[in-house]
């Protein structure tokens, strides 16, 4: 039996550190431990969300004071791309991840159009070297920071495909980092969103502009495994399908007081046909874009019922030069409502329950290996065909070997166009699923 990679790329594993606003590093005097704990203690006493116990204030160590606030709050090396890249507009990210088996590393995620898709590096290849290191016994962080190191000064790969070892050069690219991947196919548009950064309201309300004079009346925005990010992200994307003074969201700080965010003018896709796709690693800043469109009766939500993470992160930089990120709001939709699991709720329910949605189709990287190996020259054929299309799809497809010309054309898509090929195996996917669904309120005068 062939390994397994999910259609999407995973972003639970960061749950804890989405939905931060950021704060300026300030100076706190002379570095160290003791100066952290006295750092920790105050803005635990000022910011946080919650009144700690003066036992667990008077605790001697960072680690044991935490062990007493939510499971949200933490310290984490302010070097740590994956918190800090959230709210930085551009980005050298190289847009590839890896991933770690019984026989090594392998390319776990490329992104559409990222300096690695453009350089030909296909999901699944297998890393044989880093910049000339062999990646023989590497664990995967040491070569998840190979790479983190080389997104300034660009990256030699070798990877194994097929029996053939080929050098990959990546080069350096700045980029603008969105967590988007967008398939058209009139009348739909379908929005695959990974992870929520500061540009991705921005970067789809940029799209959605064009959208109506293409024939697009219908969003299909797929916030599986979404684990969050950007608090400013999720409301710029909430503003796309909201009319003027439309609330938003509300928050609530350790004082009690609220703060109501309405929308300053209608959104580009206001009165679209919308359909948002969830399961249960769907938090944090994606629960306010489900919870806010599913109150304000913008969207049909179905899927599984969501993770449940209601509270939003405030980041400070400690003396040590290491940061901290402290729950410092509650979230909550239009009509009032929590979805934060640790307070006794629970996350979006959707209006509709589909298992078949809710779960990723699983791929099977020794197939897709196959389907690489078929095709021409991956760099030569995305430069050729910078979109996936149906039609694009079926011909490459036709004259590929017969041994693998049979094979499910989603291999197909995702091996050429990464990403995008994943959107476009939802389109199907969702428009099959849909289409069978039966019981989905009305939206916008529209029944399913």
Same mark, same amino acid.
């Given at each position: ?8 790329? #995973? ?30 203690? %105050? ?11 003066? $036992? ?20 984490? %090396? ?18 590839? %991840? ?36 062999? +990646?023989?016994?590497? $664990? ?22 097929g029996g053939a070892t080929i050098k990959i050069k990546i ?9 988007? !991947? ?11 969103? !990974? ?9 789809? &309300? ?75 690693? +769907? ?6 874009? &489900? ?34 990120? *402290?729950?410092?709001? =509650? ?19 959707? =209006?509709? *329950?589909?298992?078949?949605? #809710? ?31 149906? +039609? ?9 070997? &017969? ?8 291999? *197909?898509a995702v091996a050429i166009w990464s990403e995008q090929g994943? #959107? ?25």
């Amino acid at each position: 039996m062939g390994s397994t990679v999910k259609v999407a790329a #995973a972003a639970v594993a960061t749950i804890a550190a989405m939905m931060m606003q950021m704060v300026p590093a300030r100076s706190q005097g002379q570095a160290g431990p003791d100066r952290d704990v006295e750092a920790v203690r %105050e803005i635990l006493r000022s910011r946080y969300l919650y009144d700690v116990p003066l $036992t667990v204030l008077q605790r001697s160590t960072v680690d044991s004071i935490l062990m007493g606030t939510d499971p949200y709050t933490h310290v984490f %090396e302010s070097k740590d791309n994956d918190y800090r890249s959230l709210f930085d507009e551009k980005s050298y990210d190289l847009g590839m %991840e890896f991933g770690r088996d019984r026989q090594g590393i392998f390319v776990d995620r490329v992104d559409y159009g990222s300096p690695s898709y453009d350089a030909g590096v296909c999901l699944g290849d297998r890393v044989l070297s880093i910049d000339g290191t062999s +990646t023989t016994g590497m $664990t995967w962080t040491e070569a998840m920071r190979a790479v983190v190191a080389a997104e300034r000064a660009g990256i030699m790969l070798a990877v194994e495909r097929g029996g053939a070892t080929i050098k990959i050069k990546i080069p350096v690219k700045a980029t603008y980092p969105d967590g988007l !991947t967008i398939y058209l196919e009139p009348p739909t548009a379908y929005v695959q969103v !990974t992870t929520i950064t500061s540009n991705t309201g921005f970067s789809l &309300a940029f799209s959605a502009a064009l959208w109506k004079r293409k024939g697009i009346s219908r969003v299909v925005l797929d916030l599986r495994n979404c684990g969050g990010g950007s608090v400013h992200g999720a409301e710029e994307t909430l503003k796309l399908f909201a009319k003027e003074q439309d609330l938003l969201y509300m928050t609530q700080d350790r004082s009690g007081t609220y703060e109501y965010v309405r929308a300053s003018s209608q959104g580009y896709c206001h009165g679209f046909d919308v359909v948002v796709v969830v399961n249960g690693n +769907t938090a944090s800043a994606a629960e306010m874009i &489900a919870s806010g469109l599913k109150d304000l009766g913008y969207a049909t939500v179905v899927g599984d019922t969501t993770y449940g993470k209601g509270t939003s992160l405030v980041v400070y930089d400690l003396p040590s030069g290491k940061s901290i990120a *402290v729950s410092y709001q =509650h979230l909550y939709s239009p009509k009032g409502r929590s979805i934060e699991r640790n307070m006794g709720y629970h996350g979006v329910v959707p =209006h509709v *329950v589909s298992q078949v949605l #809710a779960t990723e189709h699983d791929i099977s990287l020794d197939t897709l290996r196959m389907v690489s190996v078929a095709l021409p020259n991956l760099k030569t054929l995305r430069a050729t065909y910078d979109s996936v299309s149906t +039609t694009t799809v079926q011909k490459i497809q036709q004259k590929l070997p &017969a041994s693998v010309r049979g094979v499910d054309p989603m291999y *197909v898509a995702v091996a050429i166009w990464s990403e995008q090929g994943r #959107a476009w195996a939802l389109s199907r996917s969702a428009s099959l699923a849909l289409a069978s669904t039966s019981g989905a309120p009305s939206v916008n005068g529209q029944r399913r």
